[in-house]
């Protein structure tokens, strides 16, 4: 058998299966041997672990309490909701987070050079709030609010920004905490904490490396063991994926959604599924064959009689248009050039409709020579849409082409909204068409409603 032979049929599940065992046996020993190691391993650095990430926490909690005062004090100047300047003080005066956040770094000496950048952060945060005080002072005195917590009381606008109207007040609060100065000044505060959080990133790394020193060689070994163990999984998860789990669950879907399935997979599977696929196929054609038949004019290609009633009782009456069309003069050309041709000039009056009218829309022969037209989805203003569409239809037929006599239609329409049922809408199609007849044929009427 040649190689490219064995690719198609695919990989046998029983030889899949040893291996799965075997590679099993040989990835839980290595996981129990990596596991014990690496616990003694980092057993050793939990401590210091501890301790930096309770640093880190700290300084980003402060760069996170600057953060949620700018979001309230942003929401105060928009839209002047004192919830908003309730949850800024809240967090300045009572939550401290930023006073905890130098508090946690302090407790150690030696983290000077992340606390001297700390504490300008902090200094920062603090300056910046004069400057969100002051737009919070204008939206008090645009809003007429009197009710505010006392340190507003010493922010004194300027006589300037006393005068400003109330909108104005309000504008001038929101461009103040948004405007590319105050954003620099957050920057800065942010610069400050990346500092402190890379020195303690690097007193991170020096604490570290003594124990790291002795572990180094240990650690070669762990890292061997990680990676074998994790090939080892991939390897075994790729295989009984491709080979047996994503097979039988893309078939399970497929089958679900009536298509075939795909011929991947171990050979066992691919056999199965070349079989199912035949029956598959054989199955679908007959089925298209007998629902195609069984709902379409074997000539025209439009809906027959029963297509039509199964259609018409999913229609929504209030949205449709009905137009009931007949060839006018259709025994004089059956009598005049033969069934055949006549057969033909129906042929070309379905080709004409479907060019014209729309894939949404329903097109059924009733018998002979008279077709009806369903426009679903359109309300009753759209008269002269429709208008133009049979004047475009009788225009292709009135050519002569391929042999044929030119031809013309009479049409009958009529909307859902005026009739009781289908019936109803039927036949008042119908009495639309009958008066387009009489006024003269290659013309359209629309039904009127007497009443």
Known sequence: MSLKQKREEGISLRTTQILLVIGAVIISCLMLFSTYHLSVSFRNLA?????????????????????????????????????????????????????DALSTMARDAGKTDALKHLQTAMDDSVKLMETEYYAMRLVIEAKGYTDYPDVL????????????????????ANEMVLSDEYYEQKEQIRENMRA????????????DEEALDSLRSEMTAVRVIIVIQIIGILILVLLTSRLGIDPVLNAVDRIKADSPIPEVGANEF?????TYNKMYEAYKRSLERLNFKASHDELTGAYNRSGYELMVSGLDLNSTFMMLVDVDNFKDINDTYGHETGDKVLIRLVDALKNNFRSDDYI??????????????????????IVQKIEAVNRTLGESQDGLPPASISAGIAHGSSAADIEDLYGKADEAMYRAKHSGKHTYAFYEDKA
């Open 196 to 207: 402190s959080l890379d020195d303690l990133e690097r007193m991170a790394y020096d604490t």
């Open 153 to 172: 009381k010493d922010t004194v606008l300027s006589d300037e920004d006393k005068a400003l109207s109330p909108g104005r007040k309000m504008r001038r």
């Open 364 to 385: 059924c022969r009733m018998g002979g020579d008279e077709f009806a037209v369903f426009m679903v989805h359109v309300p009753e203003t759209q008269r002269q849409q």
């Open 270 to 274: 691919r056999y199965l599924a070349r």
């Open 47 to 99: 401590d210091t672990s501890e301790e930096q990430i309770e640093m880190r926490k700290a300084a980003r909690e402060l760069m996170d309490a600057s953060d949620y005062l700018t979001e309230n004090v942003q929401r105060f100047t928009v839209n002047g909701d004192t919830r908003f300047m309730d949850k800024y003080f809240t967090e300045a005066f009572e939550s401290n987070r930023r006073e």
